[in-house]
């Protein structure tokens, strides 16, 4: 009754104030903006006949807080936590262009793909993305470790000195492809893992904790030249692997609550909040752990100096790049560790999931695996996986349905026309993937897992509706790691196990990426 008597007065007093209206009346906001100033001689008819950048349709605006008291306890309407839900209203409310403001900072959000090329053909040779203000923060802060603050920070040409020293290795099918047996061992480990854990009902408790091992066990091994042993059997809640795990999850949880463009009002810059502590906590915890190997990588590679015949492991062919300096190289290990335990654990499960919904599909995966390797002994090849055709399609088709990042953001050096409307230099750009995969201008069937679309010669979705990576040179400089961990690990699992789901239909909750909103209590039942 209280929570209601407060509601009341506080929509009185903002109706009062014309700033709270009814959501399906579309307000548009006319106050005059400076940032159009710089764009009124233009002469090409396409910007002058272009619609005025205030005139994008938006949510009721607040002082201060802008548009972020949708969020807010009691007045709001959507949930932090459920981004992908908000966008969804939003669309159906206000069209495939919206503007937001949070605080000081002004944004607009796409879920047109036509608007996205457009983004992504102008953002030049250093594309500008929304700063991770609170790594830089951390960062900046602890000079003794990080004397750059990393790729998955920096902007202009010191990102892009840092990205194309890097990118060779991380991004050389053949540097990647010489992990194919080691990938393979960690998930037969994983698949081990699967017979020794699984109870009764022949699920996994805690499923999603133990892909947290795989992935941290398969990008250690990449990342830190070793086996940190995450897949062993009881393993101690104060060893390296654990607490790496416990660290990058609560960071990007503190991340949500800490960054500006999750619709957050940063007061951690001007005092530390006790979030900020506890990300700074957690961030010394992680990079002390990453680190400690690092340095025991140096030391290896500095024996090997001389021997010309032996093979450099990825992480020492970047510490003896010429022109990269050990601080890049061991940042860009660290961004690799913290980056690849959530994301390809997440993509995982949800990719076991959707073949779980879909026998049939599964079956068909089954039949490829089984046909290229009629034996569970039999190890996959660069031959064999360059054929693993369906799986890479099943692995596709989750990512459409079940994306793990939501979308991309830029900030454009120049003036762009998108959905009609003029967009200033230095608006933050969001385009929202997760919308325009779910799009059925896009997709055919969108809601439905099908595999096939991406086989398909004549399939003729829109090319860029479909980025889970990202775009050019600002994309993920892990995903080839990524799909050789996914596809060594799902081949293994599929060749030993049909897996089912008898639980309620699992959708996405938003951290800082997409994960399941639910337990994954998926079936294992050995083929």
Same mark, same amino acid.
């Given at each position: 009754?209280?929570?209601?008597?407060?509601?009341?007065?506080?929509?009185?007093?903002?109706?009062?104030?014309?700033?709270?209206?009814?959501?399906?009346?579309?307000?548009?906001?006319?106050?005059?903006? @400076?940032?159009?100033?710089?764009?009124?001689?233009?002469?090409? $008819?396409?910007?002058?006949?272009?619609? +005025?950048?205030?005139?994008? %349709?938006?949510?009721?605006?607040?002082?201060?807080?802008?548009?972020?008291?949708?969020?807010?306890?009691?007045?709001?309407?959507?949930?932090?936590?459920?981004? &992908?839900?908000?966008?969804?209203?939003?669309?159906?409310?206000?069209?495939?262009?919206?503007?937001?403001? !949070?605080?000081?900072?002004?944004?607009?959000?796409?879920?047109?793909?036509?608007?996205?090329?457009?983004?992504?053909?102008?953002?030049? +040779?250093? %594309?500008?993305?929304?700063? !991770?203000?609170?790594?830089?923060?951390?960062?900046?802060?602890?000079?003794?470790?990080?004397?750059?603050?990393?790729?998955?920070?920096?902007?202009?040409?010191?990102? /892009?000195?840092?990205?194309?020293?890097?990118?060779?290795?991380?991004?050389?099918?053949?540097?990647?492809?010489?992990y194919l047996g080691a990938m393979q061992d960690v998930a037969r480990d994983f698949v081990q893992k699967i017979y020794e854990t699984r109870d009764s009902n022949k699920e996994v408790p805690n499923l999603l904790g133990e892909l947290y091992k795989w992935a941290l066990e398969s990008v250690a091994f990449v990342g830190l030249d070793t086996r940190l042993g995450c897949l062993k059997t009881n393993l101690p809640p104060d060893s390296d692997g654990m607490k790496?795990?416990?660290?990058?999850?609560?960071?990007?949880?503190?991340?949500?609550?800490?960054?500006?463009?999750?619709?957050?009002?940063? !007061?951690?810059?001007? !005092? %530390?909040?006790?979030?900020?502590?506890?990300?700074?906590?957690?961030?010394?915890?992680? @990079?002390?752990?990453?680190?400690?190997?690092?340095?025991?990588?140096?030391?290896?590679?500095?024996?090997?100096?001389?021997?010309?015949?032996?093979?450099?492991?990825?992480?020492?062919?970047?510490? $003896? =790049?010429?022109?990269?300096?050990? $601080?890049?190289?061991?940042?860009?290990?660290?961004?690799?560790?913290?980056?690849?335990?959530? @994301?390809?654990?997440? $993509?995982?499960?949800?990719?076991?999931?959707?073949?779980?919904?879909? +026998?049939?599909?599964?079956?068909?995966?089954?039949?490829?695996?089984?046909?290229?390797?009629?034996?569970?002994?039999?190890?996959? =090849?660069?031959?064999?996986?360059? #054929?693993?055709?369906?799986?890479?399609?099943?692995?596709?088709?989750?990512?459409?349905? &079940?994306?793990?990042?939501?979308?991309?953001?830029?900030?454009? #050096?120049?003036?762009?026309?998108?959905?009609?409307?003029?967009? +200033?230099?230095? @608006?933050?750009?969001?385009?929202?993937?997760?919308?325009?995969?779910?799009?059925?201008?896009?997709?055919?069937?969108?809601?439905?897992?099908?595999?096939?679309?991406?086989?398909?010669?004549?399939?003729? /979705?829109?090319?860029?509706?479909?980025?889970?990576?990202?775009?050019?040179?600002?994309?993920?400089?892990?995903?080839?790691?990524? #799909?050789?961990?996914?596809?060594?690990?799902?081949?293994?699992?599929?060749?030993?196990?049909?897996?089912?789901? &008898?639980?309620?239909?699992?959708?996405?909750?938003?951290?800082?990426?997409?994960?399941?909103?639910? %337990?994954?209590?998926?079936?294992?039942?050995?083929?």
């Amino acid at each position: 009754m209280r929570k209601m008597q407060k509601y009341n007065v506080f929509r009185s007093i903002l109706s009062k104030n014309r700033y709270l209206d009814i959501f399906e009346k579309n307000v548009k906001n006319r106050t005059t903006s @400076t940032i159009t100033a710089n764009v009124g001689t233009r002469k090409d $008819s396409l910007w002058e006949t272009a619609k +005025p950048f205030e005139d994008i %349709p938006h949510l009721t605006m607040l002082p201060i807080i802008g548009t972020a008291w949708v969020f807010l306890p009691i007045i709001g309407r959507y949930k932090m936590d459920k981004l &992908h839900l908000a966008a969804r209203h939003k669309r159906q409310l206000l069209g495939d262009i919206i503007r937001e403001k !949070f605080g000081h900072l002004n944004m607009v959000a796409s879920f047109n793909p036509d608007d996205m090329e457009t983004v992504f053909r102008n953002e030049g +040779p250093y %594309p500008n993305r929304s700063e !991770f203000s609170t790594m830089k923060a951390y960062r900046e802060s602890r000079k003794e470790w990080y004397k750059t603050t990393g790729i998955m920070v920096l902007q202009g040409n010191e990102w /892009h000195d840092l990205r194309s020293k890097t990118q060779k290795h991380l991004l050389k099918p053949k540097a990647i492809q010489a992990y194919l047996g080691a990938m393979q061992d960690v998930a037969r480990d994983f698949v081990q893992k699967i017979y020794e854990t699984r109870d009764s009902n022949k699920e996994v408790p805690n499923l999603l904790g133990e892909l947290y091992k795989w992935a941290l066990e398969s990008v250690a091994f990449v990342g830190l030249d070793t086996r940190l042993g995450c897949l062993k059997t009881n393993l101690p809640p104060d060893s390296d692997g654990m607490k790496m795990i416990r660290s990058v999850q609560t960071q990007f949880e503190c991340m949500n609550k800490l960054e500006a463009f999750s619709g957050n009002i940063q !007061f951690w810059k001007y !005092f %530390p909040t006790p979030t900020w502590k506890k990300f700074t906590r957690e961030c010394d915890i992680f @990079t002390e752990i990453a680190f400690k190997y690092i340095y025991r990588a140096l030391e290896e590679l500095k024996k090997k100096e001389g021997n010309e015949d032996e093979e450099l492991t990825l992480l020492q062919g970047m510490l $003896s =790049t010429e022109g990269l300096d050990a $601080s890049g190289a061991m940042v860009t290990v660290a961004d690799m560790l913290m980056a690849g335990i959530d @994301t390809t654990s997440h $993509s995982v499960g949800f990719l076991l999931y959707n073949l779980a919904k879909n +026998p049939d599909k599964q079956q068909i995966l089954y039949e490829e695996i089984s046909k290229l390797l009629p034996s569970k002994n039999l190890r996959i =090849t660069p031959k064999v996986f360059s #054929e693993l055709k369906y799986l890479k399609s099943c692995m596709k088709e989750s990512q459409r349905t &079940h994306p793990i990042v939501g979308g991309s953001a830029r900030q454009l #050096e120049r003036d762009v026309i998108l959905s009609g409307y003029k967009v +200033p230099a230095g @608006t933050l750009i969001a385009v929202v993937h997760q919308e325009i995969c779910r799009d059925e201008k896009c997709f055919k069937n969108p809601e439905k897992f099908l595999p096939e679309r991406w086989l398909e010669k004549e399939d003729k /979705h829109h090319p860029y509706a479909f980025l889970p990576f990202g775009f050019g040179t600002r994309s993920c400089i892990g995903r080839r790691l990524a #799909e050789l961990e996914i596809i060594s690990l799902m081949t293994e699992i599929i060749r030993n196990f049909k897996v089912e789901y &008898h639980y309620e239909d699992i959708d996405m909750l938003t951290r800082m990426i997409n994960v399941p909103d639910k %337990p994954l209590r998926i079936n294992f039942i050995e083929r």
